[in-house]
């Protein structure tokens, strides 16, 4: 549905030049994107040339998938004006602001957790772009922690903040994690933390707390809101994962916690690696690497050369990529038990670092490489960390089928996919999709008809 006709959108019309998108292509990326959030749209080429030759105004949260669909051929975000729409809807772009002052980096984050709560998925449905990340990484290389974030006063109950609400938050952060881990992003209680961001974490923030307490209550918010970005990226949004990833980094300055702001950036590396910005992607686990030398614990620092590496093979540089594998055993062999690592990184030990290396030479073509690092990988626990021992499956099955050993790479499917239809995880589900692809030279044999009837329910459930 569209409001009426004001006259011919020429920006629209401009862009769409620009990016080289026809009528037809523009309506086929906005009905796609558009089923990718569970909205059913029927564009095609006539609605666009209203679009643009009328000036006729599509509804609901069409306007953000255009803007989305320009901006994905363009590799930038576009924003409403650009396009002739910002008359579509008033409302800000959540979530991309990276503020310098205390009290408006609280703004930003308590208007995107407000807005993602109130059923305005809308308003994220701006297309991923990595450059988005360049202001809030420079800012926080430049300046990784606030002065003092004290708020003095009483806050609304007429009390004021303490170490036990800030401990609620972590105890939620330590749930979530466990939850995430074993179930998947997908998994309906992964909606319990942007709730306890809304519900519980934004009122504190706003409340009154001494320097101390505020740090603390930062960096508790600045995991969930990781969490939360974390979650959305195992489900395939992209876009709400950014912004969640950046007011993050931003609350993590606030609680002057720089490995916490390293993590966040790693995260970050890895969504960027994933969306196939390789560079960009070995330029923020650099940052965090840079950032924590001489702060961060052996096993964090670790941790961030290891997402350095899985950045390396993407970008096909393999010298590179062998350098910061090296470096993340070489710390991870420093790790002491009695060092005082952050809870957020209790999932990281050397079967991760095994599995990460195996997906790091997956992507460079070594499958010899890949079988050893993942044979290693697969003594890790399985039923605190099932997505991650899927994940691992699926590498174990590409390994088996670039070796030539059709008979394993199935039966390393066939386990694959018994542990993906226990989780809700839309990157396990990529992760089966493109081993069904390697296999389509195979496609007439027996064995991969049959597991390709397998993956046919839970490959039915995700975006394509």
Do not use: H, I
């Given at each position: 549905m569209s409001k009426g006709a004001r006259g011919p959108n020429e920006k629209l019309g401009t862009l769409l030049a620009l990016a080289g998108i026809s009528n037809a292509g523009l309506a086929r990326r906005v009905n796609d994107l558009g089923?990718?959030?569970?909205?059913?749209?029927?564009?095609?080429?006539?609605?666009?040339?209203?679009?643009?030759?009328?000036?006729?105004?599509?509804?609901?949260a069409a306007p953000h998938l255009i803007a989305a669909a320009i901006g994905g051929k363009l590799g930038r975000p576009v924003a409403l004006h650009e396009i002739g729409l910002a008359d579509a809807d008033p409302a800000p772009e959540v979530g991309l602001a990276f503020?310098?002052?205390?009290?408006?980096?609280?703004?930003?984050a308590t208007d995107l957790w407000r807005l993602d709560l109130a059923g305005r998925r809308d308003?994220?449905?701006?297309?991923?772009?990595?450059?988005?990340?360049?202001?809030?990484?420079?800012?926080w290389l430049i300046s990784p922690a606030d002065g003092s974030v004290a708020r003095p006063g009483t806050d609304a109950r007429g009390q004021r903040v303490g170490h036990s609400d800030v401990r609620k938050l972590r105890e939620a952060a330590d749930d979530a994690r466990r939850w995430d881990s074993k179930y998947g992003g997908g998994d309906w209680r992964s909606g319990m933390v942007p709730e306890c961001l809304r519900v519980e974490a934004a009122p504190?923030?706003?409340?009154?707390y001494s320097d101390e307490v505020g740090r603390s209550l930062f960096g508790a918010t600045a995991e969930l809101t990781r969490l939360a970005g974390w979650m959305a990226f195992d489900t395939g949004q992209q876009e709400a994962a950014q912004r969640y990833y950046i007011q993050a980094l931003r609350l993590a300055r606030a609680a002057a916690d720089v490995p916490l702001g390293g993590y966040v950036l790693a995260s970050m590396s890895l969504q960027a690696t994933y969306r196939g910005f390789a560079d960009e992607g070995v330029d923020l686990a650099q940052a965090a690497v840079e950032r924590n030398r001489g702060l961060a614990t052996a096993r964090t620092m670790s941790f961030f050369h290891l997402v350095e590496a899985r950045a390396q093979a993407k970008a096909g540089d393999s010298a590179a990529?062998?350098?910061a594998l090296a470096r993340a055993e070489t710390h991870l062999e420093r790790a002491r038990a009695g060092d005082q690592d952050p809870p957020w990184l209790g999932f990281y030990?050397?079967?991760?670092?095994?599995?990460?290396?195996?997906?790091?030479?997956r992507d460079l073509g070594s499958p010899t490489q890949v079988r050893w690092f993942t044979e290693k990988a697969l003594t890790g626990p399985r039923e605190e960390f099932v997505r991650s021992h899927g994940l691992r499956l699926v590498v174990s099955a590409v390994a088996e089928l670039e070796s030539g050993n059709l008979d394993a790479a199935c039966a390393q499917g066939t386990r694959a996919l018994e542990v993906a239809g226990r989780i809700s995880s839309v990157r396990t589900q990529e992760y089966v999709r493109d081993l069904l692809h390697?296999?389509?030279p195979y496609r007439d044999e027996p064995r991969v008809?049959?597991?390709?009837?397998?993956?046919?329910p839970l490959l039915a459930a995700a975006p394509a």
């Open positions: 089923a990718q959030r569970g909205l059913t749209l029927r564009y095609d080429k006539t609605s666009v040339a209203r679009w643009v030759t009328k000036g006729m105004v599509p509804q609901g503020p310098r002052g205390v009290n408006d980096a609280v703004r930003s308003f994220l449905a701006g297309s991923f772009a990595v450059t988005a990340y360049a202001v809030p990484t420079s800012r504190l923030l706003q409340g009154s990529c062998g350098a030990s050397y079967d991760r670092l095994a599995a990460d290396a195996a997906e790091c030479y390697r296999m389509e008809r049959e597991l390709r009837e397998r993956a046919r």
